[in-house]
Nanobody, 126 residues
Framework: QVQLVESGGGSVQAGGSLRVSCLAS????????GGWFRQGSGKEREFVAAISRIGGTYYADSVKGRFTISRDNAKNTLYLQMNSLKPEDTAVYYC????????????????????WGQGTQVTVSS
């Protein structure tokens, strides 16, 4: 079992930056693929970014070039650095984890993740 707890959400004006973090406990996090998803009000949960055990990354087109996913396995922590934020980035952001089948695996489908955090609100005002 892995427990995930997000932190770092908040409110920011358009063009600003935020970093959200996800602390994992219960298992050695370096054996897991990490992902970030978001869900805006009245919308379905959508993929944002994912990172493999060895740091390979993949992004949704909507955030590519603005967001950066990273991990610090020594700290059991997943990060999402968000720059040039837009009002349409407003959502609850969730981190997720799943045991990696291969060292380079990246997972983009929410249904393939086994562990989820409780979410943290990010609000971007225009």
């Amino acid at each position: 079992q892995v427990q995930l707890v997000e932190s770092g959400g908040g409110s920011v004006q358009a063009g600003g930056s935020l970093r959200v973090s996800c602390l994992a406990s219960g298992r050695t996090f370096d054996r897991y693929v990490g992902g970030w998803f978001r869900q805006g009000s009245g919308k379905e949960r959508e993929f944002v970014a994912a990172i493999s055990r060895i740091g390979g990354t993949y992004y949704a087109d909507s955030v590519k070039g603005r967001f950066t996913i990273s991990r610090d396995n020594a700290k059991n922590t997943l990060y999402l650095q968000m720059n040039s934020l837009k009002p349409e980035d407003t959502a609850v952001y969730y981190c997720a984890a799943v045991a990696a089948r291969t060292i380079g695996a990246i997972v983009v489908s929410s249904s393939d993740y086994d562990y989820w955090g409780q979410g943290t609100q990010v609000t971007v005002s225009s």
